[in-house]
C-alpha cells in the first residue's frame, strides 16, 4: 500500500515521561505505516528545555503561527521537587502557558465518546466541549484584609497617577476581605472570537453564561464585546451553518447544560470554566479520555491531550513493568491535527485517514479491548472488558484499522 503523501508539515511538539512513550509508540504502530508524515519536530522533553533555556518552546510556538497545526504532547510543569530530580537551571514555566500567550488562545476540551462508557448524567448523549478564558479575574487579583473603622475605595489614576474616579467600596465596621480583579477588552474580544471559529470549525451551538444582572459592568462587558463581534463577524456563517449562539445567565446555563443531551460548546470565564471544567470530565469518566485544543484568534491550532504526562504509571515503566496507560487523548492530538492539516491543505486522504484511525479506536474499546482506567467504567451488555497494555491496545487498533 501506499502511504499517504503530506503537503504541508505538521508542528510536533514532543514531551516527557509516559506520555513521550506512548507519543513514540502511536507514530511508529498507527501512523506511520500509513502516511508519509511530515513534521517539524521540537523536543519540549525537560532536558532539552532546560538545555536550549526554554528558547525549544517560543520556538515550537512560533512555528505554530507559521504552519497553522500543531500537535503536543504532554510536558511537566516543574516545581521545585522537578528542579531537583532533573537538575535544572531554573524553574522553567509551563510550556504550555508560554505557547497559549504566544497564540493569544482559548483551549478547549473535549470529551471522547464510547458505547460502554456512560456519562453521569444519564441524558448527555453528545460531547459536551468546554471553553475557558484564561486571562484575569482572580487569577491576576490584588487582595488585602481590612481592618475594623477602614475604609476600603475603588481608585483609577490616570498615566500621570492623578485621580480621575474613586468609588466607596466598603466602610468596614468589623474586620474583612477586599479583592480587585480587572480583564482586558482585547483579551475578551480574542477569547470571543477563538470560541466563535471553534463553534463553527466542530458545527457546534455556543452558549455563554455571565452574571450581568449582577455585575453590571464587569460580567456585562463580557456579554456586550461578545454580543457585538458576533453580530458584525460570525452571525451570518452561523447561520449558513444551521448553528446557533445564546448568551444567559451563568446559572441557567448550568441548569440547561445538565437537561441538555450534549453537542454544544460551553463558553466559560475563567473561574467557572476552572470548576465546570472538571466537572464535566468526571462526569464523562476518565481523564484518558479528554482531549484538548489550543485555538487562536486567527485560527491557529494546537491539539493536544487533556491529561498529564502521567508520572507513576513512567516510573513504572522504567522499573521494566507493562503499563496500561490510555493513548486515546494522545491518539486524538494526532487525528485532531491531521484532519486539520488534511483540511487546510485539500487533502481528503488525510483527514479520510485521522477518522478512520478514530473510528477504530473506539470499535476497539466498543469490543472489550482498553486500557485499566476504563475496565472499572465500562458496562456493555455481551461485551466483557479485557485489560491491554499500552502496546497491545494500539496493536489492536491497527488491526480494526484494516488498511
Ligand atoms: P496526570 O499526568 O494527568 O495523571 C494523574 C493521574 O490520572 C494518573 O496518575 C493516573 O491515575 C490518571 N491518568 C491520567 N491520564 C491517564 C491516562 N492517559 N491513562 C491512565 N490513567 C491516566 O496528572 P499529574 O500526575 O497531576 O501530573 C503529572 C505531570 O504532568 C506533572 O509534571 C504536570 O506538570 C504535568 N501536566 C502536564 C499537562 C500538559 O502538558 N498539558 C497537564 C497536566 C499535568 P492512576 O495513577 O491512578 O493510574
Ligand atoms: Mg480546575
Known amino acids: 500500500m501506499e502511504k499517504i503523501k503530506m503537503t504541508v508539515p505538521l508542528v510536533e511538539m514532543d514531551g516527557d515521561e509516559m506520555t513521550r512513550v506512548l507519543w513514540g509508540w502511536i507514530k511508529e504502530i498507527l501512523i506511520e505505516p500509513y ?78 465518546l464510547v458505547k460502554g462508557i456512560t456519562p453521569y448524567v444519564g441524558g448527555w448523549k453528545k460531547p459536551i466541549s468546554i ?27 490616570d498615566g500621570e497617577g492623578k485621580e480621575v474616579e474613586r468609588k466607596l467600596i466598603h466602610n468596614f465596621s468589623s474586620d474583612g476581605i477586599i479583592q480587585g480583579v480587572h480583564n482586558l477588552d482585547n483579551s475578551i474580544a480574542a477569547f470571543a472570537r477563538s470560541c466563535f471559529n471553534y463553534a463553527l ?70 473561574y467557572d470554566g476552572d470548576v465546570m471544567s472538571d466537572m464535566v470530565a468526571t462526569a464523562y469518566g476518565s481523564l484518558g479520555m479528554m482531549s484538548s485544543v489550543l485555538v487562536s484568534p486567527d485560527n491557529k491550532y494546537e491539539f493536544e491531550a487533556a491529561h498529564g504526562t502521567v508520572t507513576r504509571h513512567y516510573y513504572n515503566h522504567l522499573k521494566g513493568q507493562e503499563t496500561s496507560t490510555n ?55 455481551g461485551v466483557v472488558p479485557v485489560k491491554q497494555n499500552s502496546r497491545q491496545f494500539l496493536r489492536k487498533i491497527a488491526e480494526n484499522l484494516n488498511m
Open 35 to 112: 502516511v508519509d508524515l511530515k513534521t517539524e519536530y521540537y523536543d519540549l522533553g525537560l532536558r532539552e528545555r532546560d538545555r536550549t533555556d526554554d528558547a525549544v518552546t517560543i520556538a515550537a510556538a512560533e512555528a505554530t503561527l507559521k504552519y497553522g497545526v500543531a500537535v503536543k504532547c504532554a510536558t511537566i510543569t516543574p516545581n521545585a521537587q522537578r528542579v531537583e530530580e532533573y537538575g535544572l537551571k531554573q524553574m522553567w514555566k509551563s510550556p504550555n502557558g508560554t505557547i497559549r500567550r504566544i497564540l493569544d488562545g482559548t483551549v478547549f476540551r473535549s470529551p471522547i
Open 327 to 381: 493513548p486515546v487523548a494522545t491518539i486524538w492530538a494526532w487525528t485532531g491535527a491531521l484532519k486539520k492539516r488534511g483540511e487546510l491543505d485539500g487533502n481528503a486522504e488525510l483527514s479520510k485517514f485521522a477518522e478512520k484511525l478514530e473510528k477504530a479506536t473506539v470499535e476497539t474499546i466498543e469490543s472489550g479491548y482498553m486500557t485499566g482506567d476504563l475496565i472499572p467504567l465500562f458496562d456493555l451488555s
Open 201 to 270: 470549525s466542530s458545527k457546534l451551538d455556543m452558549w455563554f453564561g455571565a452574571k450581568d444582572t449582577i455585575s453590571k459592568i464587569y460580567d456585562h462587558r463580557f456579554k456586550d464585546i461578545f454580543a457585538e463581534i458576533y453580530r458584525n463577524e460570525y452571525q451570518s456563517a452561523f447561520e449558513r451553518e444551521g448553528i446557533t449562539y445564546m448568551y444567559t445567565l451563568i446559572d441557567d446555563v448550568v441548569a440547561r447544560v445538565i437537561r441538555s443531551e450534549g453537542g454544544i460548546l460551553w463558553v466559560c470565564k475563567n
Open 131 to 157: 471553553a475557558r478564558h484564561a486571562y484575569g479575574d482572580i487569577y491576576n487579583s490584588v487582595e488585602s484584609r481590612v481592618s475594623g473603622g477602614n475604609s476600603a475605595y475603588l481608585v483609577i489614576c
